[in-house]
């Protein structure tokens, strides 16, 4: 029998956010950040427009209707925008274009952050330098002398933070990136519910920034798997030969960028997670959990049962997730240290976000 990679035979594959069965019992599904509300109407009409000559040939390589649209939202030129099958693909070619497979090199990350990124380095055969957060899962000072130190070829910082929902300033992220030796990619994929973006960057001219934005958060469409990078052209280049000869096709080309270009739709969206978001916390603060102040589509919480002096007696994080499971309410629970004691919820529809309260209120 043929055997894999020995990296790949060692490798722990993602665990992706449990998906309910299609025509299961409905669920209230809080638990992988998909955005509350539907596309943008245009978006949707762009889908039922596509014709079957469309569908016949090859699709543009480099998307080049979507690539001018997000170069004349973003103020960069179209040669500074790659489009990927989802932000993930970016991340992909990312380490494929950077990291020498086999090397000390590899990519550094911060702990804890998004379980792509290690998943994508193994499978490269290229190391992980993970530099834990601060108490407050703040950016330790010296992060770039610690990811020089180990020789990063890349690194992958997610801003707004996932699964904190914490931001980082722009001037912050300047410094890391003229501090670090490599390619730093800014994960954005959440940027569209933050005060602000390092967008500034990328229009700087600072030649080792590369930002990951995406279609499934902001826009509605987590199924459609779109995604696109912000960056110097010289590294734009180098990730397009690193991908598939047609890495997205005709259908979400056309869909993402009618999404796109309806800015209106997207911003109302956007206002009303964020008021969500508002409301949520303090919801949860009114019932004794602790809540991060989140710049993102989920908030990040411990369940009064860990909060000193507030309810030994009520039930601890990973049973209040199984409970409200039992009830078809899907969270997001991490078994892993820092993050076993806490809850991480999407901002859904104000009758999602009561259905949860209520759960829990029963629950506690
Ligand atoms: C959702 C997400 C992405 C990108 O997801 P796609 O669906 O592939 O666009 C990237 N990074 C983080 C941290 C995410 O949560």
Redo the contacts with the bound molecule.
């Keep these: 029998m043929p055997k894999p990679r020995t990296n790949i035979q060692r490798l722990k594959a993602y665990a992706p956010g449990e998906q309910p069965r299609p025509g299961g019992r409905p669920v209230v599904k809080l638990n992988t950040?998909e955005c509350p509300e539907p596309p943008s109407p245009k978006a949707v009409a762009a889908l039922t427009q596509v014709q079957a000559e469309a569908l016949r040939v090859y699709p543009p390589p480099l998307a080049d209707g979507f690539r001018q649209a997000a170069a004349q939202l973003h103020g960069v030129e179209p040669g500074q925008v790659i489009a990927t099958n989802?932000?993930?693909e970016l991340l992909r070619l990312v380490i494929t274009a950077y990291c020498t497979p086999g090397s000390r090199g590899g990519i550094g990350v911060t702990t804890p952050s998004?379980s792509l990124y290690p998943v994508l380095a193994a499978i490269h055969d290229t190391p992980v330098h993970a530099v834990d957060r601060g108490e407050q899962f703040e950016l330790p000072g010296d992060l770039a002398q610690r990811w020089n130190d180990a020789g990063c070829q890349v690194a992958m910082l997610?801003n707004p933070h996932?699964p904190t929902g914490l931001l980082a300033g722009v001037e912050v992220l300047r410094d890391i990136a003229e501090a670090f030796d490599g390619l730093l990619l800014i994960?954005e994929?959440?940027a569209d519910f933050a005060t602000t973006n390092a967008l500034t960057l990328v229009r700087d001219g600072v030649d080792n920034v590369l930002l990951?934005r995406?279609?499934?958060?902001g826009y509605g469409l987590?199924g459609l798997?779109f995604?696109y990078g912000l960056g110097p052209a010289s590294v734009i280049q180098a990730l397009d030969k690193a991908r598939d000869s047609y890495n997205t096709d005709i259908v979400s080309q056309r869909v993402a960028a009618a999404a796109l270009a309806d800015q209106g739709y997207a911003r109302g969206v956007w206002q009303r997670v964020v008021a969500e978001r508002t409301a949520l916390t303090e919801a949860l603060r009114g019932r004794g959990f602790q809540v991060i102040d989140s710049q993102s589509n989920f908030v990040l919480c411990t369940p009064p049962q860990q909060v000193p002096a507030a309810g030994a007696d009520k039930p601890d994080a990973r049973t209040l997730y199984a409970r409200l499971k039992e009830r078809g309410i899907l969270v997001r629970y991490f078994d892993q240290p820092r993050l076993d004691d806490k809850l991480r919820i999407t901002v859904g529809t104000p009758q999602q976000n009561n259905a949860l309260l209520e759960a829990l209120d029963e629950l506690m």
């Design positions: 950040n989802g932000g993930d998004y997610v996932a994960d994929a959440y990951l995406s279609m499934s958060k987590a798997r995604g």
